[in-house]
């Protein structure tokens, strides 16, 4: 079936670096692919999201491109701030079928 | 506008017992999909819930039922708990079962059995 597979974290990074998640994907046909955010005790909320190959999903100063040729969606932020630690979740959704999430990978930004 | 409400926000039970976690979708919502969340663990899908049926199920045990009411809230019943149990469960509200809209979620409801 399909599945998501990201980088482990915790990932721990300074003010103003460069921030780069893995996620990879596997899926049967052409899904859609998402980043996303979980704040501490906060539900999910949607980042970005890209629907078709080639396509650029960007919010918040992140963004990601969805990549057919390697079965890849990459979360990129140019300059992280403290605010965005966090527990960021790569996912995608085939035609109809539920959100499938990959684990998880913790952010924590350190002034 | 409401977002999705969730209740209780945690609760602790004893192996054994029954459970029931309740979901007020957003308004304008009439779709409503469950996921649970173990720690350190994405979200699974258990089930959802549209015009007060089941539509779709994911990979769990009949102790997992819910229901849906004519205003679009949900219920969700776990029996018989176990350890293994213990997660945040998370409900999610959608315009149609495909989502094409976008997901809305909830805080969440952090059971723990003991």
């Known amino acids: 079936g399909d599945s998501v597979t990201q980088m482990e974290g915790p990932v721990t990074l300074s003010e103003e670096a460069f921030l780069t998640i893995n996620c990879t994907y596997t899926?049967?046909?052409?899904?859609?692919l998402f980043w996303y955010v979980q704040y501490p005790g906060e539900g999910l909320q949607l980042l970005l999201k890209?629907?078709?190959?080639?396509d650029k999903g960007s919010n918040k100063g992140f963004e990601a491109t969805y990549r057919k040729e390697t079965t890849s969606f990459h979360l990129e932020k140019g300059s992280v701030q403290v605010s965005d630690s966090a527990v960021y979740f790569c996912?995608?959704?085939?035609?109809?079928?539920?959100?499938?999430f990959g684990k998880g990978t913790r952010l924590s930004v350190i002034a | 506008d409401a977002g999705v409400t969730q209740s209780p926000t945690h609760l602790i039970k004893t192996r054994g017992q029954q459970v029931t976690l309740r979901c007020s979708p957003k308004?304008?919502?009439?779709?409503v999909s469950w996921y649970q969340q173990a720690l350190g663990q994405g979200p699974q899908f258990i089930f959802q819930?549209?015009?007060?049926?089941?539509?779709q199920r994911g990979n769990f045990p009949d102790r997992f039922s819910g229901h849906q009411f004519p205003n679009y809230s949900s219920e969700l019943n776990v029996n018989a708990l176990l350890l293994g149990d213990s997660a945040l469960y998370l409900c999610?509200?959608?315009?149609?079962?495909?989502?094409?809209?976008?997901?809305?979620f909830g805080s969440g409801t952090r059971l723990t059995v003991v």
């Open positions: 999610a509200s959608s315009l149609g079962p495909g989502g094409r809209e976008g997901y809305t």
């Open positions: 899926a049967t046909g052409y899904p859609s």
């Open positions: 890209a629907t078709k190959a080639d």
């Open positions: 996912a995608l959704r085939s035609g109809n079928t539920p959100l499938v």
């Open positions: 308004s304008g919502h009439d779709t």
């Open positions: 819930y549209y015009e007060e049926e089941e539509r």
